[in-house]
Every structure is written in C-alpha cells, then in structure tokens.
C-alpha cells in the first residue's frame, strides 16, 4: 500500500516527559479518528509537532524512535519558532483575522519570517519521507504556505489541504500584508477543502481578485493544472456519542448528577477558552434570562466548563480574568443558600465526564461569534438518543448549515438568546425529539469516517482530471515532433493569436505592446524561406499597424473583419454594415459609466466593453447582464455578441477567425501548418483546420485544439525551437 502522509501542527498524542522516558497517550479529536479509519486503503504517517520543546539530540533520537512506533514523525519547534510561528503568526495573526476579530490583530514580520520558516521545516520533513505514489494531506491555518513548498519540490505529487477554520471574506482578507502569498500557498494543493460553501466562496472570491484566477464550479485554472475547491462539513464518530450512555463509567456519572440537580433544569455550555466563543456574551444571556424570568430561579441550573487555551496570550489570560468575575457577579446576585447559578470549571474532561454531562443538560447552549465547524453541537446531538433535549446554535458557526432544526441565533442578539432558552423550556418533548431524530440522521450519515473518505476520494478524482488533461499538454516528444515537421516541410503556415499568446494581457489594452523579443522573433520567423505567418487578433488595424505592420506577416485584424497580406493594403472579404453601433453604442456607455474601471473601444465593424481592471466580482455580473441585454437587442439583427476574456465584444455576424483562416489556407497547398490561440475566439480557427493540422490552446481549458500550453513563455519557447529546428533533441 501507498503512504496516506497527514502533516498538522500538532501530533494527535499527549506527551509527557517521565525520567528518561516519554509517555505519550492519543489525543482526543475527531480527525484523528477519521483518519484511522483510512488504514485499510495506506499506510498511514503522521507528521507533526509533538508538543514538547526538545534541544538534546539524544532525546530527540529517543523520542523519534518512540513515535515511530506509532507512525509518527515529529517536527522538532523551537522555543523561538513556538512563541512567533505559532503564538505569533497563526494565533494573532491569522486566528483573529480570519475569526472576524480585526481589533485583535497583530502583523509583525518577524511573525512572518518564522512562519515561512517552520512551513520549510516542515516542508523538509516531508520531502524527505514522501515515495512516488504517496498522498499528501496538509490541515490547517498553521500550515498554509506548505503546499506550494511542496508543488516546488514535488511537481508530481497528489496534495490535499483542508482548513478547520472561517475563511474570511474578501474585505477582510485583503487586510493580511501577505495575502498574495497564503493564496499562492494554499493553491499548492490538488484539492482544497473548508466546511462550509461559504468559507469556499470567500476563498475562491480572493483568489480571482488579489490573483486573478478564475474558477467554474469550483475548479480552478492554473497554468499547470486544475485545482478543485470544495466543501466537506466534517463530522463526529456519531457511534462513540451515541453509545457513550450506555458506558459504565458513564452511567455512574449521569446517576450521581441526576440527584444533584434533582428537579432543575441544565443549560450546557462547552468551549476552549476563546475571544470568538461568545463565553462572556452567553453569561450575559443567561443573566438577562433569569432577570426577565425570575420564576426560573431556583429550577435552572448553568453548567459552563471551559477548557483552558494558549494560557501565555494575553488577551487569552484577560478573557480569563473576565470569565472568571462575571461568573462571581451571577451567582452571587442571583443564586441562593441552595442553588448555585452558574457552575463553572476551568478544566479539560474526559470522554465520560464529557458524554455524561450531555446526557443530563436539557439545552445545550453553542453560541460563538464565529467557529469553522463547532463538533460539540454535534456531539450534544449524537448523545441524545434516549432523552429529548434543545440544541441551541449560533448561525455564525459551521454546523449551522447542516442543524437547521437547532434554535438558530445571533450570538450578538443577546435578547434573541434569551428567546431561545425560554422557548427550549416550553417546547414540547414530543417537537425536541423530532428536532433530534433529524439531525441525528444526517450526523449519521456523514460521520468522521465518511468525512475523511469523502475528502481522499475526491483527491484522487481531481488527480485522476489531471492526469487526463496533461495527456493533452503539450510534452517533450509532442514538442520535438512538431519542430522535427517544421524543418521537414517547406509549405509551412503559422496562425497566431496575439493577447494571451504572443503577449501577456496588459491592465490596459493599449499596454501590451510588443517587446524586443518577440519582434526579433517574428521578424526571424517571417524572413525564413517557406513559411506564412498570419497574426489574427481582435486588435484594431492601427494597433496592428503600428505594432507589427514592419515585418514580413500577414495581419487579420478585429476578428476577421479585416485583412492585411505581406505589403498589401487592409481589405475586407466582404462588405459589413455599421449603421448599427448608433443604436448599440448607447447600451455599452451606460455599462460604462456604471462600471468603475471599464472602457469602450470602437472597432470599424464592431464596438468592445472591457473590464480587465473592473473589480472581479462587479465585473462577472456586469459582463453576463451586458451580455444578455445586448443579445436582447439584437436578437433580429445579423450581429454577434462575444465574451472572451476580459471582453464583451459586439460586430457582424459573418466576420470570425475561422474564416480569415480558410482564406489564407486556399492560397496555398500548406503541408504544416500550426494555429495557436488562448480565446474562445481562436476555436473557430482550430475547428476548419484540416485534420493533419496542430492546434494548441495556450491555458488548461477545454478546446478543439490536440493540445495546450501553459504560457506565452512556452509559446515563444515553441516558436524559438522552430527556427533552430530540429538540430537538438529538447528535453525538459
């Protein structure tokens, strides 16, 4: 069997030094569990930081030795790497950014020096255990950049990465300095997972507008492969919490805090000790309930334990301290001789004691300013298969998709908080036990172990999408195979596109310009003895003119419209009318003017709406309602409407690329001939080439072209290797 190797910032164990020995025990955690269930289809390694800060090398030989035992690797922190990678950069940086609490905040760039660091370290760590073949599966806001280190030092190899927490917006995400930079990190990966369609959306929406990628149902177009962005809401081992009740050690819990709260109900709270859990904000819902409902003192009871967390943050230990006094302020302002209020413990339980507060509270109260996912709902729900009970949720954490039966709230609402604890007292069992069933089915259904398959399935899908697509790519033999016809024949025809294949696209289109290079090239190309180039573009005849018009080439200009050959004058193949554009040119200035960023060109035949530096998202809506609105408008007239890239573009029916190409292949009886284009628009040329002819798509779309390249840069590679011929072998 092939590695599965998981890479996380924490080992899933406990470690403990024990005299010259280490002690380790499992970790609870929920992926740790999925992950093991994955055993029967790899091997499986963990890679990860153990915990411990270990400086002796006999100790960390010795600790090595020791975790392998159990399949894991550690990756040995610093002191230094522990206070700015991981208190520093991931917990107040990223944490607090990506939970929505700006206020909290803190760039520094020494943070971000030992984040990149340890990333390496990791990196290197994997590098150096990683066979061909073996999956790769990165977790985590700690590890962000780890993807694309890994891409650089293993093209090949199949890469997951999953985010357990809120993907920020836009708006927010942009604050990040280095923004660009955990983007081009993450998209390392083959696939990336988040919990929820939101978090994905706001990932996909900063990666079209920081780095101008573009995505269709969540696949996304690099220049060397195709990235898929997905949701996989992870879930619960729902068995374990479901038969957790029926554990003896449980029992004898649940039976001694059954005769503690006697006839009172219980309001369960859980949470690691955080400003994004809404702790304080729940106390106060709490003391607001029993203000407005005085008739409930005495009868409600609140269990809050929360499990201490980054202890040397300050603003972990202020919250703390906060806890701490409102809790005070509670009981002693409402409590009596004989009930206490609030029941508060700073502590981590166990399993039993966990499941066996579950079985006991009446409501579960989960109501956080923001959580990625929130698997506590969930095991409050799992728990309570025999008893009726109210799950109360906030609509800011994950698991709300899936709960829709829970009370949903606003957890800055504190009176609609204090609705749904009045409404969970007075529901009936027989509305809490349907509730229950329902979401009890779906946690069923898409447990832990069916969270973890579900992600490495599709890994393999979009490996497998890849591995077809390459076929497609233009490789070494394809390459040498093309120069080698090249030199071969001597009726040879070349068609070229020019944004996006010859040049790189400008913000502007009047940008780009040809450089030196490329006006060498082609002047080089079009005085060897045999060959025809033919520059078709969507450009006016002035640019064209200007730009290329000193070289031995025939120029198509506006798709088609019009046509220039080697020293001739500009001609059309047939006359088309414009009296059109008075009526159209209105519709495209008003898009304009509506659409920050955007200009009108007017060609002799056609008029084109660009957006290349409109914002991304106004831009998708603007192009497709421009679109249809001037489809609309000329449904009876013999006109065409083109969306290509960065352009909605209007002109007569009849003028296309495709035949501005036939025109020049029945001049003569060509024996090579090479079309190479990146638009929609080139697929007419690729479609009337004889079947003999190649065709490359520059970019990883779907074509009529036998086959693509990633780049300009590898356009001009091809083009360069033309004119040397076939003198070399290319290898690569």
């Given at each position: 069997?092939?590695?599965?190797?998981?890479?996380?910032?924490?080992?899933?164990?406990?470690?403990?030094?024990?005299?010259?020995?280490?002690?380790?025990?499992?970790?609870?955690?929920?992926?740790?569990?999925?992950?093991?269930?994955?055993?029967?289809?790899?091997?499986?390694?963990?890679?990860?930081?153990?915990?411990?800060?270990?400086?002796?090398?006999?100790?960390?030989?010795?600790?090595?030795?020791?975790?392998?035992?159990d399949k894991m690797i550690p990756v040995f922190l610093t002191s230094k790497d522990i206070l700015e990678y991981y208190e520093g950069f991931s917990n107040k940086t990223i944490?607090?950014?990506?939970?929505?609490?700006?206020?909290?905040?803190?760039?520094?760039?020494?943070?971000?020096?030992?984040?990149?660091?340890?990333?390496?370290?990791?990196?290197?760590?994997?590098?150096?255990?990683?066979?061909?073949?073996?999956?790769?599966w990165v977790h985590d806001y700690q590890l962000m950049l780890l993807p694309q280190m890994l891409r650089e030092r293993l093209p090949e190899a199949s890469i997951g990465f999953f985010l357990h927490i809120p993907f920020p917006s836009y708006e927010l995400f942009r604050l990040l300095p280095q923004r660009k930079e955990v983007l081009e990190g993450i998209l390392g990966a083959d696939l990336v997972g988040f919990h929820t369609y939101d978090y994905a959306r706001h990932f996909l929406?900063?990666?079209?507008?920081?780095?101008?990628?573009?995505?269709?149902?969540?696949?996304?177009?690099?220049?060397?492969?195709?990235?898929?962005?997905?949701?996989?809401?992870?879930?619960i081992d729902f068995q374990k919490f479901a038969r957790g009740s029926s554990r003896k050690h449980v029992k004898a819990q649940v039976s001694r805090y059954e005769k503690m709260k006697g006839h009172r109900k219980i309001i369960l709270s859980l949470d690691r000790l955080d400003y994004s859990k809404g702790i304080l904000q729940r106390l106060t819902a709490f003391d607001l309930f029993l203000t407005n409902n005085p008739h409930y003192k005495e009868q409600v009871s609140f269990i809050m334990l929360v499990v201490p967390s980054r202890t040397k943050v300050e603003s972990y230990q202020k919250l703390k301290h906060s806890v701490d006094e409102y809790v005070g302020r509670i009981n002693g302002h409402h409590g009596t001789i004989d009930w206490v209020p609030v029941y508060y413990f700073y502590r981590t339980l166990p399993f039993d004691g966990v499941s066996a507060l579950y079985n006991i509270a009446d409501v579960c109260l989960v109501t956080p300013y923001r959580d990625g996912m929130n698997l506590v709902c969930k095991e409050y729900v799992a728990t309570k298969v025999d008893s009726p009970g109210v799950l109360i949720l906030s609509e800011m954490a994950g698991a709300r998709h899936e709960l829709h039966e829970a009370l949903i709230v606003n957890p800055n609402d504190i009176r609609v908080i204090v609705k749904a604890l009045e409404k969970a007292f007075t529901m009936p069992d027989e509305e809490k036990t349907e509730r229950m069933k329902s979401m009890q089915d779906k946690l069923k259904r898409y447990d832990i172990r069916r969270w973890a398959q579900d992600f490495i399935d599709n890994l393999q899908k979009v490996k497998k999408s890849q591995g077809e697509m390459s076929i497609q790519k233009l490789g070494a033999a394809m390459h040498n195979h093309i120069v080698a016809a090249f030199k071969r024949n001597r009726r040879r025809i070349l068609l070229l596109d020019y944004d996006g294949t010859l040049v790189p696209f400008a913000s502007m289109p009047d940008l780009a310009k040809p450089d030196h290079e490329l006006i060498a090239l082609l002047k080089e190309l079009g005085q060897h003895p045999g060959v025809d180039i033919v520059i078709i573009s969507g450009r006016t005849k002035p640019s064209l003119d200007e730009w290329l018009g000193q070289l031995n080439v025939h120029l198509v200009a506006e798709h088609g419209a019009w046509i220039k050959e080697k020293g001739g004058d500009w001609y059309t193949l047939e006359p088309f009318h414009q009296e059109w554009k008075k009526d159209i040119r209105p519709i495209l200035e008003l898009y304009v003017d509506r659409t920050p960023g955007a200009l009108l060109e007017e060609k002799s035949f056609a008029l084109a709406w660009h957006f290349r530096n409109v914002d991304v998202g106004l831009a998708e809506i603007r192009a497709h309602e421009l679109a249809d609105t001037l489809r609309y408008f000329t449904s009876n007239l013999d006109l065409q409407v083109i969306e290509g890239k960065k352009v909605v573009e209007i002109k007569n029916r009849g003028m296309n690329k495709g035949r501005a190409a036939l025109h020049f292949l029945a001049q003569k009886s060509y024996n090579f001939i090479l079309a190479v284009g990146d638009d929609w628009t080139d697929e007419d040329i690729f479609q009337v080439l004889p079947e003999d002819a190649y065709s490359i798509k520059v970019g990883l779309t779907s074509t009529s072209a036998k086959n693509n390249l990633k780049s300009v840069k590898e356009v001009r590679t091809l083009l360069n290797d033309l004119l040397k011929g076939s003198d070399h072998e290319k290898t690569r």
């Open positions: 069997m092939t590695n599965l190797i998981i890479v996380s910032n924490r080992l899933p164990v406990n470690l403990r030094r024990r005299k010259k020995e280490f002690i380790s025990q499992p970790s609870a955690g929920g992926v740790a569990t999925g992950i093991e269930s994955l055993k029967s289809s790899y091997d499986l390694l963990w890679i990860g930081w153990p915990g411990l800060t270990v400086n002796n090398d006999g100790e960390k030989t010795l600790l090595r030795e020791r975790l392998y035992q944490w607090p950014l990506f939970n929505y609490f700006i206020q909290n905040v803190i760039y520094e760039d020494k943070y971000w020096r030992a984040y990149k660091n340890v990333n390496n370290k990791f990196c290197d760590q994997v590098v150096a255990l990683y066979k061909e073949n073996d999956t790769i929406s900063s990666i079209m507008r920081l780095l101008g990628l573009e995505q269709k149902m969540g696949a996304v177009a690099t220049q060397d492969r195709i990235i898929r962005v997905d949701t996989f809401p992870m879930g």
